[in-house]
């Protein structure tokens, strides 16, 4: 269903080379980052008061290059799509040509696939790779638990130079943040399989049948194309100055992919958006609560980054931006912060670990927009 070896040379074709540095920056710059990744551990679990589960190891740090990350994504992609690649082959093969459907689908998704890779190659600074396939202990043959903390080298010095700060602050900073994520999956052993296990919910609800799935694709073309001329004709004054000037078009304030979505995905992108938002925002406030003291200019520094966060760099990357739904990732970032915030403030950083409790300590979607819910259900309830 996908050709993920052309998706890899499609994308690595088409990503945008990095910022010029000479041989040795670049190994300067590789072993800073390898640096700050090991004293971030410190840095975050002392601040966090939280710590690596046994299980899951040493996971491994790797400093990449923008086709390091292709490679990296496009393992974790065809691991974590393959229950619905493989339906998608069973239904396709019961059909009259479905083996050469499959061999042409297969090259087209795997060029769509390459060019998004590619958009997105040379915009990522860090991830801890959730979903990397399971690396294994040479000694002994055993497969370990985890994943993998990627930091993109020339991304991060791309943004540095674009933003004038600091390098040697600016690096340690995004170590923080990223190192913060990798403590969230390694101290919390349930996260990882509840994490999957709703986004394998997600695309088992995915709509296979061509027809039902077209139908819905013209409904939701039709909702968005609707709710762009009424906007226009509202802007022109066709409205009325006393016209109801909210969302009153099907498709108005939604992405083309919410709108392409059955009932149960939306039920299911509520509680994914919930827990995105809450890892998120905590990443935020550690990598700011720890700052002040090993980043002297962290305040210069987060100014800085959040106003290159939320302005588009063109009319091509702000539509990219809609379509992929980062512009929602951007709210996850400053709605997850506020809670962690109110949480923190309320109950101490021990009272906020109790969200990694389990799955029902999570905090919902409508929990996010309102940190005291949270508090009142799982704070106040215990202790009544």
């Known amino acids: 269903m996908v050709d993920w070896n052309l998706a890899v040379s499609t994308a690595t074709r088409l990503v945008r080379p990095g910022p010029e540095v000479s041989p040795e920056e670049a190994r300067a710059v590789v072993a800073e980052l390898r640096r700050h990744a090991a004293a971030s551990e410190d840095h975050v679990h002392g601040f966090t008061k939280l710590a690596p589960a046994p299980e899951f190891g040493d996971t491994p740090v790797l400093v990449v290059d923008r086709a390091g990350w292709i490679k990296a994504n496009a393992a974790g992609f065809r691991d974590l799509l393959a229950p619905l690649m493989s339906r998608m082959r ?3 093969g019961s059909g009259p040509g479905g083996m050469v459907l499959g061999a042409v689908g297969g090259k087209v998704t795997g060029v769509e696939l390459g060019v998004l890779l590619s958009f997105m190659a040379s915009r990522v600074l ?3 790779e959730t ?20 930091l993109v080298a020339p991304n991060i010095v791309h943004v540095e130079r674009e933003l004038d700060v600091d390098p040697h602050d600016f690096r340690l900073w995004v170590s923080l943040h990223e190192e913060t994520h990798r403590t969230q999956f390694t101290a919390v052993p349930w996260l990882q399989d509840h994490l ?5 919910s997600f695309l088992a609800e995915t709509e296979l049948d ?3 799935l ?5 409904k939701a073309a039709q909702a968005v194309t609707g709710g762009r001329q009424e906007r226009e004709e509202q802007e022109h004054g066709a409205g009325g100055a006393g016209g109801a000037g909210g969302d009153t078009a099907d498709g108005e304030g939604r992405s083309f992919v919410d709108l392409v979505q059955t009932p149960a995905q939306r039920d299911i992108l509520g509680r994914l958006t919930a827990v995105m938002s809450l890892l998120e925002g905590h990443a935020d406030y550690v990598m700011d609560g720890v700052g002040p003291q090993v980043v002297p200019s962290v305040a210069e520094i987060r100014e800085k980054f959040q106003k290159r966060r939320e302005s588009g760099a063109g009319r091509l990357d702000q539509i990219l931006r809609k379509v992929l739904g980062l512009d929602a990732k951007l709210r996850q970032y400053r709605d997850g912060e506020r809670f962690v915030r109110a949480v923190v403030d309320e109950v101490g950083m021990d009272g906020f670990n109790r969200v990694w409790t389990s799955p029902n300590t999570l905090p919902t979607k409508a929990e996010i927009a309102e940190p005291a819910d949270w508090v009142a259900r799982v704070h106040r309830k215990a202790e009544s």
Request: proline share 10%; aromatic share 6%; no cysteine.
């Open 90 to 92: 069973e239904r396709r």
């Open 196 to 200: 999957r296990g709703e986004i394998q």
């Open 210 to 212: 061509p027809s039902t």
């Open 214 to 218: 077209l139908e819905r694709l013209r």
């Open 131 to 150: 979903f990397a396939p399971p690396a294994r202990d040479l000694p002994t043959g055993q497969a370990r638990r985890g994943g993998r903390l990627l």
């Open 126 to 128: 860090g991830q801890y």
